[in-house]
T-cell receptor, first 115, second 111 residues
Framework: EAGVAQSPRYKIIEKRQSVAFWCNPI?????LYWYQQILGQGPKLLIQ????????DSQLPKDRFSAERLKGVDSTLKIQPAKLEDSAVYLC?????????????FGNGTRLTVT | QKEVEQNSGPLSVPEGAIASLNCTYS??????FFWYRQYSGKSPELIMS????GDKEDGRFTAQLNKASQYVSLLIRDSQPSDSATYLC???????????FGKGTTLSVSS
């Protein structure tokens, strides 16, 4: 079974620039998550999709972050404009369903550095 | 905002010893509890899940849950240097739809 694919692995941008991350979940997984992990902290949920619908984006800074999941498969997360505090690893995860008994599978993440 | 608390460590144990990692959570309605291991520069990987009070054993790992005390722990027996990593405690919200992570405890096993 292929894992969760993310790209790029690394990205360095200047503040106020824009950036986009891509995620391809495990085939058949209906639920997709974007997490932000700042160095020394645990992952923080930004947004959760069930198929192509958003089910939780309560912690997404909507003034600068946006995400979409077209056709219920791939997803993109965009930051525009970036701030220094956005420097973090952005982790995409998927699970076959919502709910407590469906474990998350993480991708390798995208490490973003904002200078 | 519901919280998951962990001692950040580092927790240092000699090879062969038992490592004990602890976690408390604030949402009394949480029903599912997970331990993830994260090696430096890598993504988290699930190592244990527990849903009911008591102990759950899987190889060298034992998860313990006490919902009344809102407390979860992970014991690693016969610790190995390869166990050196950050261990993340994760708890679902009451609806069971979102996973909330603690900051993680860094474990260092010395040979």
């Amino acid at each position: 079974e292929a894992g969760v694919a993310q790209s790029p692995r690394y990205k360095i941008i200047e503040k106020r620039q824009s950036v986009a991350f891509w995620c391809n979940p495990i085939s058949g997984h209906a639920t997709l998550y974007w997490y932000q992990q700042i160095l020394g902290q645990g992952p923080k949920l930004l947004i959760q999709f069930q198929n192509n619908g958003v089910v939780d984006d309560s912690q997404l800074p909507k003034d600068r972050f946006s995400a979409e999941r077209l056709k219920g498969v791939d997803s993109t997360l965009k930051i525009q404009p970036a701030k220094l505090e956005d420097s973090a690893v952005y982790l995409c995860a998927s699970s076959w369903a919502r709910g407590q008994n469906s474990p998350l599978h993480f991708g390798n993440g995208t490490r973003l550095t904002v200078t | 905002q519901k919280e998951v608390e962990q001692n950040s460590g580092p927790l240092s144990v000699p090879e062969g010893a038992i490592a004990s990692l602890n976690c408390t959570y604030s949402d009394r309605g949480s029903q599912s509890f997970f331990w993830y291991r994260q090696y430096s520069g890598k993504s988290p990987e699930l190592i244990m899940s527990i849903y009911s009070n008591g102990d759950k054993e899987d190889g060298r790992f034992t998860a313990q849950l006490n919902k009344a005390s809102q407390y979860v722990s992970l014991l690693i027996r016969d610790s190995q240097p390869s166990d050196s990593a950050t261990y993340l405690c994760a708890v679902t919200n009451q609806a069971g739809t979102a996973l909330i992570f603690g900051k993680g405890t860094t474990l260092s096993v010395s040979s």
